[in-house]
């Protein structure tokens, strides 16, 4: 088997992993899981966008979350996990109030943001 079809295979295994799973909203009960359509077709008419992502340029859907966008303190709160904006770069610990994840990329640096603390940065490629 060649090496590029095994690292893909292994890349869509890991992703398919780091999918959301149902949280509850800070205010509103439950928020939805955003479900991620696997053809092209299914995302653009769900109203994803059909995008390469990451280094291996896996061709992916990337669904907006309904929370977008929304203040949080733990990923719990969020359909996606909580977040601070690209340009804070709080020390790991200091309490903070992030920002629900905008949609289903998992790719690019972001801090997450659990139990009112900034975890560790982390950049994803």
Request: proline fraction near 4%.
């Given at each position: 088997?060649?090496?590029?079809?095994?690292?893909?295979?292994?890349?869509?295994?890991?992703?398919?992993?780091c999918m959301p799973n149902t949280a509850t909203g800070p205010d509103d009960g439950p928020a939805s899981p955003t479900t991620v359509p696997g053809t092209q077709a299914a995302c653009e008419t769900g109203g994803g966008i059909w995008r390469a992502e990451g280094r291996l340029g896996l061709m992916t859907c990337v669904?907006?979350?309904?929370?977008?966008?929304?203040?949080?303190?733990?990923?719990?709160?969020?359909?996606?996990?909580?977040?601070?904006?690209?340009d804070k770069r709080p020390a790991e610990g200091e309490p903070v109030t992030g920002i629900c994840q905008?949609?289903?990329?998992n790719f690019g640096c972001f801090t997450r943001v659990e139990d009112g603390r900034a975890a560790a940065t982390l950049c994803v490629d």
């Open positions: 088997m060649n090496f590029r079809i095994l690292a893909a295979a292994a890349a869509a295994l890991i992703l398919g992993a669904m907006p979350h309904a929370d977008a966008g929304q203040p949080c303190t733990d990923s719990d709160q969020c359909a996606g996990d909580c977040r601070l904006g690209d905008a949609n289903t990329s």
